[in-house]
């Protein structure tokens, strides 16, 4: 059983999703604004938070930020826009996943379990290339052993790109496999995050490589 925070300050809202979510055997806690969620998030463990946008006392995007400061536990943004900015803005603060109203319960479901399958797979792997250095368990990258501070969304495409170092990666099996559900063929998405990961990589952004047509590979001789 996971444990679910659903914030919106939407009543209807919050119980479509308990109502699918417990169906699928979730646990769920249920917040109607931002500053009910950070209160929660500081008193208990949770193991994804689906978040609103829009609510009156402190915005999603506020309340990603102060949950990142101390935990990384898997967000999902929900938003009655969608605008590619709210899209950029929510994965720089550190957001898993953006779905936009109206939604369907079932797909947001796909994610949810998608997303925690993920965050519970545990690799037991250390790879250094370099100064750069990538602990799989530990979910921890430093480069000179400093931390990179990267969103959950960013390790979770380092990971799946240094993993199959040296094999040119497709744009649809990049998105199937580190966003686990069919995308419906948005690849402005998965260019951001690269951009966004190539930054925090500093002088190591050149390993991940643009396949013209194809996608990325991550390329390394060190490795």
């Known amino acids: 059983m996971s444990k ?34 950070v209160r929660l998030c500081r008193e208990k463990d949770f193991d994804i938070i689906i978040l609103d946008i829009m609510m009156p006392d402190l915005d999603g995007f506020s309340v990603c930020r102060e949950i990142r400061k101390s935990s990384q536990t898997p967000v999902i943004m929900l938003s009655a826009r969608g605008e590619e900015y709210d899209k950029i803005h929510g994965f720089e603060v550190g957001v898993d996943d953006y779905v936009v109203k109206p939604f369907s319960p079932k797909e947001l479901m796909m994610r949810v379990a998608a997303i925690i399958k993920r965050s519970s797979a545990n690799d037991a792997e250390v790879v250094k290339i370099g100064k750069l250095k990538i602990d799989f368990t530990g979910r921890i990258v430093t480069i000179d052993g400093k931390n990179v501070d990267l969103t959950p969304k960013e390790y979770d495409l380092l990971f799946y790109l240094v993993k199959n170092r040296g094999i040119a990666l497709t744009r649809e099996k990049l998105i199937s496999n580190v966003w686990g559900y069919d995308f419906f ?32 590979r991550f390329e390394s001789n060190e490795a």
């Open 4 to 37: 679910i925070l659903v914030v919106d300050d939407e009543m209807k809202i919050r119980e479509i999703i308990k109502k699918y979510a417990v169906f699928e055997g979730h646990e769920v806690t249920e917040a109607s604004g931002g500053l009910e969620a």
């Open 185 to 216: 063929g948005d690849d402005r998405t998965l260019d951001t995050h690269i951009k966004l990961l190539r930054k925090n990589l500093g002088e190591y952004s050149s390993y991940i490589v643009t396949l013209r047509g194809v996608g990325y």
